[in-house]
Protein backbone atom coordinates (compact mmCIF):
# COMPACT_ATOMS: atom_id res chain seq x y z
CA UNK A 1 0.00 0.00 0.00
CA UNK A 2 1.28 3.17 -1.02
CA UNK A 3 1.73 5.53 2.29
CA UNK A 4 3.67 8.28 3.76
CA UNK A 5 4.44 6.68 7.96
CA UNK A 6 5.33 9.13 10.42
CA UNK A 7 6.33 8.17 13.99
CA UNK A 8 5.73 8.59 17.11
CA UNK A 9 2.16 9.73 16.09
CA UNK A 10 2.30 11.52 19.98
CA UNK A 11 4.95 13.01 22.00
CA UNK A 12 4.79 14.57 24.88
CA UNK A 13 8.53 16.14 25.57
CA UNK A 14 10.26 18.57 28.17
CA UNK A 15 12.18 21.69 26.56
CA UNK A 16 15.34 21.26 25.01
CA UNK A 17 15.13 17.55 25.15
CA UNK A 18 16.46 16.88 21.57
CA UNK A 19 13.95 14.73 19.35
CA UNK A 20 13.57 13.24 16.09
CA UNK A 21 10.57 12.75 14.13
CA UNK A 22 10.86 10.22 11.33
CA UNK A 23 9.20 9.89 8.23
CA UNK A 24 9.05 7.19 5.70
CA UNK A 25 7.55 7.02 1.92
CA UNK A 26 7.48 3.62 -0.17
CA UNK A 27 6.21 5.19 -3.54
CA UNK A 28 9.62 6.14 -4.56
CA UNK A 29 8.62 10.02 -4.40
CA UNK A 30 11.46 12.70 -5.04
CA UNK A 31 9.98 15.56 -3.05
CA UNK A 32 9.50 15.36 0.79
CA UNK A 33 8.37 18.08 3.12
CA UNK A 34 7.45 19.12 6.64
CA UNK A 35 4.83 21.12 7.80
CA UNK A 36 3.55 22.59 11.54
CA UNK A 37 -0.46 23.13 11.38
CA UNK A 38 -1.85 25.54 14.21
CA UNK A 39 -5.08 26.83 14.76
CA UNK A 40 -5.97 29.58 12.35
CA UNK A 41 -2.29 29.53 10.59
CA UNK A 42 -3.32 26.52 7.99
CA UNK A 43 -0.36 24.40 7.51
CA UNK A 44 2.78 25.89 7.31
CA UNK A 45 6.32 24.76 5.48
CA UNK A 46 9.04 23.84 7.43
CA UNK A 47 11.33 22.66 5.04
CA UNK A 48 11.55 20.50 2.04
CA UNK A 49 13.65 18.49 -0.01
CA UNK A 50 13.74 18.28 -3.79
CA UNK A 51 15.85 14.75 -4.14
CA UNK A 52 18.51 13.04 -1.67
CA UNK A 53 21.15 15.76 -0.30
CA UNK A 54 19.03 18.52 -1.16
CA UNK A 55 16.86 20.02 1.22
CA UNK A 56 15.57 23.67 2.15
CA UNK A 57 14.16 26.12 4.38
CA UNK A 58 10.22 26.93 3.75
CA UNK A 59 8.52 29.56 5.62
CA UNK A 60 9.09 28.57 9.42
CA UNK A 61 12.26 26.64 9.83
CA UNK A 62 14.19 28.16 12.91
CA UNK A 63 14.22 26.01 15.32
CA UNK A 64 14.01 22.52 12.93
CA UNK A 65 16.79 20.18 11.23
CA UNK A 66 16.02 18.17 8.57
CA UNK A 67 18.28 15.56 6.64
CA UNK A 68 17.94 13.21 3.12
CA UNK A 69 20.12 10.98 3.50
CA UNK A 70 18.06 8.02 1.53
CA UNK A 71 15.01 9.02 -0.74
CA UNK A 72 12.70 7.59 1.38
CA UNK A 73 13.41 9.37 4.77
CA UNK A 74 13.37 12.94 5.98
CA UNK A 75 13.36 12.98 9.83
CA UNK A 76 12.67 16.39 11.27
CA UNK A 77 15.02 17.52 14.16
CA UNK A 78 14.31 19.43 16.82
CA UNK A 79 17.72 19.78 18.69
CA UNK A 80 16.40 22.05 21.70
CA UNK A 81 12.53 22.06 22.08
CA UNK A 82 10.91 25.13 22.88
CA UNK A 83 6.98 25.32 23.98
CA UNK A 84 5.87 27.11 20.98
CA UNK A 85 7.17 24.08 18.30
CA UNK A 86 3.78 22.34 20.28
CA UNK A 87 2.35 21.72 17.53
CA UNK A 88 0.72 19.12 15.31
CA UNK A 89 3.29 17.85 12.18
CA UNK A 90 3.01 16.74 9.25
CA UNK A 91 5.07 14.96 6.62
CA UNK A 92 4.26 14.79 2.71
CA UNK A 93 5.59 13.19 -0.41
CA UNK A 94 5.21 13.83 -4.23
CA UNK A 95 6.59 12.29 -7.01
CA UNK A 96 7.70 16.04 -8.08
CA UNK A 97 6.79 19.14 -6.53
CA UNK A 98 4.05 21.88 -7.56
CA UNK A 99 2.61 19.55 -10.35
CA UNK A 100 1.81 15.84 -8.73
CA UNK A 101 -0.29 15.75 -5.61
CA UNK A 102 1.24 15.08 -2.17
CA UNK A 103 0.55 12.54 0.58
CA UNK A 104 0.49 13.16 3.49
CA UNK A 105 1.41 11.06 6.49
CA UNK A 106 -1.13 10.88 9.71
CA UNK A 107 0.91 13.35 11.78
CA UNK A 108 2.43 13.85 14.48
CA UNK A 109 0.88 16.01 17.78
CA UNK A 110 3.89 17.03 19.31
CA UNK A 111 3.71 18.87 23.25
CA UNK A 112 6.79 20.64 24.78
CA UNK A 113 6.12 21.29 28.16
CA UNK B 1 7.01 34.36 -2.07
CA UNK B 2 4.08 33.09 -3.62
CA UNK B 3 1.19 33.49 -0.92
CA UNK B 4 -2.60 32.49 -1.15
CA UNK B 5 -5.18 33.53 0.56
CA UNK B 6 -8.60 31.62 1.39
CA UNK B 7 -11.65 32.95 2.46
CA UNK B 8 -14.08 32.18 5.18
CA UNK B 9 -11.79 31.06 7.61
CA UNK B 10 -14.98 29.39 8.90
CA UNK B 11 -18.58 28.18 7.71
CA UNK B 12 -21.28 26.76 9.46
CA UNK B 13 -24.40 25.32 7.07
CA UNK B 14 -27.62 23.68 7.59
CA UNK B 15 -27.07 20.32 5.87
CA UNK B 16 -28.63 21.22 2.42
CA UNK B 17 -27.20 24.55 2.13
CA UNK B 18 -24.58 24.85 -0.77
CA UNK B 19 -20.72 26.04 0.31
CA UNK B 20 -18.00 27.96 -1.56
CA UNK B 21 -14.82 28.87 -0.50
CA UNK B 22 -12.60 31.32 -2.38
CA UNK B 23 -8.59 31.12 -2.74
CA UNK B 24 -6.81 34.21 -4.02
CA UNK B 25 -3.13 35.16 -5.21
CA UNK B 26 -1.58 38.16 -5.91
CA UNK B 27 0.54 36.22 -8.90
CA UNK B 28 -0.57 33.54 -11.55
CA UNK B 29 -0.43 30.63 -10.50
CA UNK B 30 0.83 27.88 -12.83
CA UNK B 31 -1.41 25.36 -11.11
CA UNK B 32 -3.74 25.40 -8.12
CA UNK B 33 -4.61 22.15 -6.10
CA UNK B 34 -7.03 21.49 -3.39
CA UNK B 35 -7.13 19.50 -0.24
CA UNK B 36 -9.49 18.01 2.22
CA UNK B 37 -8.80 16.88 5.83
CA UNK B 38 -11.15 15.41 8.16
CA UNK B 39 -11.54 16.23 11.55
CA UNK B 40 -8.40 14.43 13.55
CA UNK B 41 -7.59 13.51 10.16
CA UNK B 42 -4.29 14.33 7.61
CA UNK B 43 -4.96 16.38 4.30
CA UNK B 44 -5.94 14.33 1.62
CA UNK B 45 -5.42 15.37 -2.35
CA UNK B 46 -8.88 16.52 -4.07
CA UNK B 47 -8.04 18.06 -7.42
CA UNK B 48 -5.28 20.18 -9.58
CA UNK B 49 -6.25 22.81 -11.80
CA UNK B 50 -3.95 24.21 -14.61
CA UNK B 51 -5.80 25.86 -17.17
CA UNK B 52 -7.18 29.15 -17.43
CA UNK B 53 -10.66 29.14 -16.32
CA UNK B 54 -10.92 25.74 -15.68
CA UNK B 55 -14.13 24.35 -14.80
CA UNK B 56 -13.64 20.41 -13.07
CA UNK B 57 -17.00 18.59 -10.84
CA UNK B 58 -16.67 15.61 -8.74
CA UNK B 59 -19.77 14.67 -7.76
CA UNK B 60 -21.21 17.35 -5.79
CA UNK B 61 -17.94 19.52 -5.42
CA UNK B 62 -17.48 21.88 -8.47
CA UNK B 63 -13.62 23.32 -8.66
CA UNK B 64 -12.75 26.61 -10.84
CA UNK B 65 -10.15 28.08 -12.07
CA UNK B 66 -9.49 31.78 -12.70
CA UNK B 67 -9.38 33.16 -16.29
CA UNK B 68 -6.02 35.18 -14.94
CA UNK B 69 -5.31 32.00 -13.01
CA UNK B 70 -5.26 34.06 -9.43
CA UNK B 71 -8.18 32.69 -7.84
CA UNK B 72 -9.63 29.59 -7.51
CA UNK B 73 -13.15 28.43 -5.81
CA UNK B 74 -14.81 25.06 -4.54
CA UNK B 75 -18.06 24.98 -4.34
CA UNK B 76 -20.13 21.93 -2.71
CA UNK B 77 -23.64 21.94 -3.53
CA UNK B 78 -26.64 20.39 -1.13
CA UNK B 79 -23.83 19.61 1.71
CA UNK B 80 -24.14 16.66 3.56
CA UNK B 81 -22.49 15.78 7.37
CA UNK B 82 -20.04 13.66 5.32
CA UNK B 83 -18.88 17.08 3.60
CA UNK B 84 -17.21 18.47 7.27
CA UNK B 85 -13.92 19.34 7.46
CA UNK B 86 -11.33 21.88 6.73
CA UNK B 87 -10.69 22.52 2.88
CA UNK B 88 -7.39 24.21 2.04
CA UNK B 89 -5.91 25.10 -1.45
CA UNK B 90 -2.79 24.88 -1.78
CA UNK B 91 -0.23 26.97 -4.84
CA UNK B 92 3.04 25.66 -6.65
CA UNK B 93 6.63 26.36 -5.88
CA UNK B 94 6.83 25.05 -2.45
CA UNK B 95 3.15 23.82 -2.27
CA UNK B 96 2.21 27.12 -0.55
CA UNK B 97 -0.94 26.49 1.59
CA UNK B 98 -3.88 28.75 2.34
CA UNK B 99 -5.22 28.91 5.68
CA UNK B 100 -7.78 27.04 5.01
CA UNK B 101 -11.92 27.31 5.17
CA UNK B 102 -13.46 25.15 8.22
CA UNK B 103 -16.86 23.54 7.45
CA UNK B 104 -19.41 22.38 9.72
CA UNK B 105 -23.22 21.13 8.82
CA UNK B 106 -25.81 20.94 11.18
CA UNK B 107 -28.03 17.91 10.51
Known amino acids: EAQVTQNPRYLITVTGKKLTVTCSQN?????MSWYRQDPGLGLRQIYY???????DKGDVPEGYKVSRKEKRNFPLILESPSPNQTSLYFC????????????FGPGTRLTVT | GQQVMQIPQYQHVQEGEDFTTYCNSS?????IQWYKQRPGGHPVFLIQ?????EVKKQKRLTFQFGEAKKNSSLHITATQTTDVGTYFC???????FGAGTRLTVKP
Open chain 1, 92 to 103: ASSLIPDSYEQY
Open chain 1, 27 to 31: MNHEY
Open chain 1, 49 to 55: SMNVEAT
Open chain 2, 27 to 31: TTLSN
Open chain 2, 49 to 53: LVKSG
Open chain 2, 90 to 96: AGPYDMR
